[in-house]
C-alpha cells in the first residue's frame, strides 16, 4: 500500500484560534476545582488577550496564509475580525466579571462557552470553505444558546435560550440549504472555487437560489430584519453579560462570513443579483429597528433594537459592493465593538439581582447618584447616535460616503434620517440621567466592580480615541480588503 | 440526454403500482376480524403501559447526548486504526489531540455529577 502523504497543516496560521481553544479547555477544567470563578474570567482575559497578541504579531508577516489545504485563509481580513472578536471577549469578560456575581450566576460555564464561541468566530471570520463556514457558525452558536440561558431559573432566559436555539437552528438549515444548492450548481464548496466558476457563466437560477438562502441564514445571524424576531427576546432575556458579548461578537462574525461569500464568491458574476436584496435588507433594517427602539421603556430592549438598527447601518456599506463599502463596515464592526459592549457594560452595572434596574426610569437621576457612570453611558450613546468627533460619527461617515459613491445615494439619504430618528431615544437616556431627578426610594449606588470599571474605561477611552484619530484603525480595515 | 432516465421512470411506475397492489388487494380478499390485543401498539413484544405523552426524566437526553458523542469518536477511531501505520507519527499525534480534547469533556461531565443516576 502507499503511504499516505500527509497535507501541509498551517497550524501557525490559527494560532489564535488554537490559543483561546486552548484556554476554553484549560477553564473548563479548572472549572471543577477552583472554587473562586473570578480567577477563571482572569484567565480566560489572558488567553483572549494573548490570542489578540498572536493575532497582530501575525499580522505584521502580512500575506495570505492559506491553512488546512485551503479550508481557511490567514489574511488581513481574518486578522482584523480576530481582533474585533477579542476586543468583545475581553471587554465582555471584564463586565462578567462584575456582573455575574453580583446577580448570583458566578459560573465557570460562562468563561468557558464565550471561548468556544470566539473561536467558532474566529473560524467564521478565516474561513474559505462554505462548510468550515458553518462549522464555525454552529461552534459559535450552540455556545451561545447555551449562554443564553445561563440564568436558566428566570423564566426570561430560559425563553431567550429556547427561542435562540429554536430560530437559530432554523436558519443554520436554511445555510446549509443554500450551501447545498451552490455546491450542486459549481460542483464546490470552496469560496474561491465558486467565485472562479460563476465567474466563468452558465450557472443561473440554482447558483442564485443557493446564494438566496444562504443570505438568509446569515441575515437570521445578524439580526435583519424581517428575520429580527428573536433578537429582542433573546438579547433582553439573556444575562447583561452575555447580550454584551452576542451582541458585538455574534454580529461581527456573521458579517464576517457574508461578506467573504458576497465579495469573493459572488462578485461580479452576481453582484447585481445579490446588491438590491441587501439594499432592502438595509432599508428594512435601519427602520424597522428604529422605530421599534422609539417604543422601548427598557433600556436593555431599547439597545437590542438599536443592535437591529445598526446592523442596517452595516448593510448600506455592504450593499455598496465595493472595496470602499466593505472596509467601512469592517471599521463600524470594530467601533461598535467598543461602543455597544460599553453600553450594555453600563446596563449590567446598574443592573440589580433577578433582572431588575433597566427600565428607563431607574435611570433617572443617575449623574447625581454616580456621575461616571453616566458620563461613560453618555459617550456610548452620543457615539451609537453618531455625534462627531466620537467613533461613531466616523463609523457612520465612511459607510455613508461608501454608499453615496456607489451610486446608492438615496440610500445613505435614508440611512442619515434613520440616524436622526434614532437620536430620539438614545437621548431619551440621557435625558432621564441628568435631568430627571432620582426616584424615591432608588438607593444610593452600591458602586463598580473594578473589572466593570476597567471595562468602561477601555471602551469609553476606545470610543473617544478612535473619535479623535481616526486613522489607524482605518488603515487597517482598508488592509484587511482581500484581493 | 432525458431518454436515458426512462428506467428510473419505469422502476417509480412499478414500485408505486406495486405499493398500491400491496394496499388494495389484501384490503378485499384478507379476513378481518380484529380483537383488542392485535390493534394494539406493538414494540418489540413489550406490553404497553401508559400514554405516550408523559414526562421523561431529561436524565435520558443527557445520557443519549453522550452516548452519541462517544459513538462518533468510535467512528473516527476505526479508520484511523486501519490506516494507523501508513499514518505514522503524524496520525497518532492528531489522534492524542482528539482523544485529549474528548477527554476534557469527560472528566468535566463525571465531574459534574452528569453520569450519576439517581
Given amino acids: 500500500m502507499a503511504a499516505i502523504e500527509i497535507p501541509p497543516l498551517n497550524f501557525a496560521a490559527l494560532l489564535p484560534l488554537l490559543i483561546v481553544v486552548f484556554t476554553g479547555l484549560a477553564v473548563l477544567i479548572l472549572d471543577l476545582f477552583i472554587a473562586d470563578k473570578r480567577s477563571l474570567g482572569w484567565i480566560s482575559l489572558i488567553g483572549v488577550l494573548l490570542a489578540g497578541v498572536a493575532g497582530s504579531m501575525q499580522q505584521g508577516l502580512a500575506g495570505f496564509n492559506p491553512a488546512f489545504q485551503s479550508v481557511a485563509i ?41 471561548l468556544f464561541s470566539t473561536a467558532g468566530m474566529m473560524v467564521m471570520a478565516a474561513a474559505t470553505d462554505l462548510m468550515v463556514v458553518f462549522l464555525g457558525l454552529e461552534t459559535m452558536s450552540i455556545a451561545l444558546y447555551i449562554m443564553a440561558a445561563l440564568d436558566r431559573k428566570r423564566q426570561t432566559s430560559g425563553e431567550a435560550g429556547v427561542k435562540y436555539f429554536l430560530m437559530g437552528s432554523f436558519s443554520s438549515a436554511f445555510f446549509l440549504y443554500g450551501v447545498a444548492l451552490v455546491y450542486g450548481a459549481t460542483g464546490s464548496t470552496n469560496v474561491n472555487t465558486i467565485g472562479q466558476v ?67 464568491s459572488f462578485s461580479p458574476a452576481f453582484t447585481l443579483n445579490w446588491q438590491p436584496a441587501l439594499v432592502v435588507l438595509a432599508v428594512l433594517t435601519m427602520t424597522l429597528g428604529n422605530i421599534a427602539a422609539l417604543a422601548q421603556k427598557d433600556v436593555k430592549r ?99 460616503r461608501a454608499a453615496v459613491n456607489a451610486n446608492l445615494t438615496w440610500l445613505a439619504v435614508v440611512a442619515v434620517i434613520n440616524s436622526g430618528v434614532a437620536v430620539y431615544y438614545y437621548f431619551g437616556v440621557i435625558v432621564q440621567m441628568y435631568m430627571k431627578p432620582a426616584e424615591d426610594g432608588q438607593a444610593a449606588f452600591p458602586g463598580i466592580n473594578i473589572a466593570t470599571k476597567l471595562a468602561l474605561t477601555v471602551a469609553a477611552a476606545a470610543t473617544v480615541l478612535i473619535g479623535l484619530a481616526p486613522g489607524s484603525i482605518i488603515a487597517m480595515a482598508i488592509s484587511g480588503i482581500f484581493g | 440526454m432525458p431518454v436515458d432516465y426512462l428506467p428510473i421512470l419505469i422502476l417509480i411506475l412499478v414500485a408505486a403500482a406495486f405499493a398500491v397492489i400491496a394496499l388494495v388487494v389484501p384490503f378485499y380478499l384478507g379476513p378481518r376480524n380484529p380483537t383488542k390485543v392485535k390493534s394494539d401498539t406493538y414494540e418489540s413484544g413489550k406490553l404497553p403501559y401508559g400514554d405516550a405523552r408523559r414526562q421523561v426524566p431529561v436524565h435520558y437526553y443527557m445520557v443519549a447526548m453522550l452516548f452519541m458523542m462517544f459513538d462518533i469518536e468510535v467512528v473516527f477511531l476505526y479508520p484511523w486504526a486501519v490506516i494507523f501505520r501508513q499514518l505514522k507519527v503524524f496520525g497518532l499525534l492528531e489522534m492524542g489531540v482528539f482523544i485529549a480534547i474528548l477527554l476534557t469533556g469527560y472528566i468535566y461531565i463525571w465531574k459534574k455529577g452528569a453520569l450519576e443516576w439517581n
Fill in chain 1, 74 to 114: 490567514v489574511d488581513g481580513y481574518a486578522h482584523f475580525f480576530n481582533l474585533i472578536f477579542v476586543v468583545a471577549a475581553a471587554l465582555s469578560i471584564l463586565v462578567a466579571l462584575g456582573y455575574l456575581g453580583r446577580v448570583g450566576l458566578q459560573k465557570g460555564e460562562y468563561y468557558v462557552l464565550l
Fill in chain 1, 198 to 264: 460563476l465567474s466563468g457563466g452558465g450557472q443561473g437560477p440554482l447558483a442564485l437560489l443557493g446564494l438566496g438562502l444562504m443570505l438568509i441564514g446569515f441575515a437570521f445571524k445578524v439580526a435583519a430584519v424581517p428575520f429580527q424576531w428573536w433578537t429582542p427576546d433573546v438579547y433582553h432575556g439573556a444575562p447583561t453579560a452575555v447580550t454584551t458579548f452576542m451582541s458585538v461578537g455574534a454580529k461581527a462574525a456573521g458579517f464576517a462570513a457574508m461578506i467573504r461569500v458576497l465579495m469573493v
Fill in chain 1, 302 to 400: 431599547m439597545l437590542a433594537y438599536s443592535s437591529i438598527a445598526h446592523a442596517g447601518y452595516i448593510f448600506v456599506g455592504v450593499a455598496a459592493g465595493t472595496a470602499e463599502g466593505v472596509s467601512a463596515a469592517l471599521f463600524y464592526l470594530m467601533v461598535y465593538a467598543f461602543m455597544n459592549t460599553g453600553a450594555f457594560a453600563v446596563v449590567g452595572a446598574l443592573e440589580k439581582k433577578n433582572h431588575i434596574g433597566t427600565k428607563l426610569s431607574e435611570y433617572a437621576g443617575l449623574h447625581g447618584r454616580s456621575p461616571w457612570l453616566a458620563a461613560a453611558m453618555a459617550v456610548f450613546l452620543f457615539s451609537l447616535t453618531g455625534f462627531p468627533p466620537l467613533a461613531g460619527f466616523w463609523g457612520k461617515l465612511y459607510l455613508f
